[in-house]
């Protein structure tokens, strides 16, 4: 999540990510939020990037991916949840309830790391980067 990671760094980082959601729109996409949302299972910090809509009045995520943070700036994928092809949800790492181990689907891993390169590739060329870019200079600009 290159991009993702860039638009993070652009507001400060994920020190400030961690008290102040980042929500970016684009007309003709849906909106992208990036959130930190606490701790994953392996303890690292949780990060959730979505597209959002809304549908009777519901937010549906289309999708919602969380990641894990590691000390050297590498993303973990966590889960995908996708709301609008019949609540989809698939947990790539998770914690067993019975043991208190942390478990981990490889092959799902594999498949979710390569949607989230394609995500972050498509996130840059649609214009989100450059969308960040703009609200932070615009926000530096208020400040001044």
């Known amino acids: ?32 939020s990036i959130e930190f949302i606490g701790y994953g299972p392996r303890d690292l910090p949780l990060v959730s990037v979505m597209h959002h809509f809304e549908q009777n009045g519901d937010l549906m995520r ?11 700036g590498k993303w973990h994928p966590v889960s995908y949840r996708q709301d609008s092809i019949g609540g989809v949800l698939q947990e790539a790492v998770f914690v067993d309830d019975k043991t ?12 979710l790391r390569r949607f989230a390169a394609t995500w972050s590739k498509n996130l840059d060329e649609q214009g989100f980067l450059e969308a960040a870019q703009k609200a932070v200079a615009k926000k530096s600009g208020d400040e001044a």
């Open 1 to 32: 999540m290159k991009t993702v990671q860039r638009i993070i760094d652009l507001f400060g980082g994920l020190r400030v990510l961690r008290n102040n959601p980042i929500k970016l729109e684009i007309e003709g996409f849906m909106p992208l």
């Open 62 to 72: 289309d999708p919602d991916m969380e990641f894990e943070i590691d000390g050297q």
């Open 100 to 111: 208190g181990k942390v478990m981990v689907r490889p092959k799902l891993v594999r498949d």
